[in-house]
C-alpha cells in the first residue's frame, strides 16, 4: 500500500509538534497515512508539557506515551511533507535531517498557499496529497517567500491562555490540512479545545 507520511517540526517536540502529530493522526484514521514528530533541541526522550497532555485529553488525545525525539536521530529525505511551526525548524529538518526542500515549510504557510490549490479528483490518497504539496511548492516558488506572519510562537514559559490559543490554532490548521490533502471533512472525532478550563483541573497545569 502506498502510505504517505507527514513529520513536524518544533523545538522541544513537547507540545506544538507533538499535538499536530496527534490531532493529524486522528483525523487520518483509516487512511494510508503515517505522521511522526520531531524536536530541534536534545531533551533526553522528555515527556510532553503538562499543557499538551491536559488540551490532548481535552480533545479525547491520549499524549502520556509521547516522548520528545531529536531531529538529529534519523533521516528525512523521503519524507512526503515536512511541516515546521518556525522558519529555524524548517532550515534545522532541510540541513541536519536531509529533509526535501521543496516539500518542506511551515505549518501555518502551507494552509495558507494550499487555499489556492485545487486537487485533482479520483486519485489516491497519496497520489492526491503529492499532487497537491507539488501546486503548493509552485505557488510559493511564485510568491516573495515566507512572511513573518507564517511562525506559530513557543508558548513554552507563557499563560494558560497562550497555550489554549496556541493548541486551538493548530487544531484548525491540522483540521485544513487533512482536508487539503485528503479530502478529509469530518472533524467530530477531534473535539475542540476549550478556552477556559474547570476550576478543578487548572491545578494540573501548575509545574
Not at 484514521?29 to 508539557?49: C, N, Q, R
Amino acid at each position: 500500500m502506498d502510505t504517505y507520511s507527514i513529520a513536524f517540526v518544533c523545538t522541544g517536540n513537547r507540545f506544538r509538534s507533538a499535538l499536530a502529530e496527534a490531532f493529524v493522526r486522528r483525523l487520518t484514521l483509516g487512511l494510508p497515512v503515517t505522521t511522526e514528530s520531531f524536536g530541534t533541541l536534545e531533551l533526553d526522550d522528555a515527556p510532553p508539557l503538562p499543557e499538551a497532555l491536559e488540551i490532548g485529553l481535552w480533545c479525547g488525545i491520549d499524549l502520556s506515551g509521547h516522548r520528545a525525539r531529536h531531529l538529529g536521530i534519523t533521516s528525512l529525505e523521503k519524507i512526503d511533507l515536512l511541516l515546521g511551526f518556525e522558519d529555524s525548524h524548517v532550515r534545522h529538518a532541510v540541513v541536519d535531517a536531509n529533509a526535501p526542500r521543496r516539500r518542506s515549510f511551515m505549518l501555518r504557510e502551507f494552509v495558507r498557499l494550499v487555499e489556492g490549490v485545487d486537487p485533482v479528483g479520483d486519485q489516491d490518497v497519496g497520489t492526491r496529497a503529492r499532487n497537491v504539496v507539488e501546486q503548493t511548492a509552485d505557488l510559493r516558488a511564485g510568491s516573495h517567500g515566507r512572511g513573518a506572519q507564517d511562525g506559530i510562537r513557543d508558548p513554552f514559559g507563557g499563560t494558560r491562555k497562550l497555550y489554549r490559543e496556541t493548541a486551538a490554532e493548530i487544531r484548525e490548521l491540522s483540521i485544513a490540512l487533512a482536508a487539503a490533502l485528503f479530502g478529509v471533512t469530518d472533524a467530530s472525532g477531534l473535539p475542540a479545545v476549550p478556552l477556559k478550563l474547570a476550576r478543578s483541573r487548572r491545578s494540573l497545569w501548575r509545574r
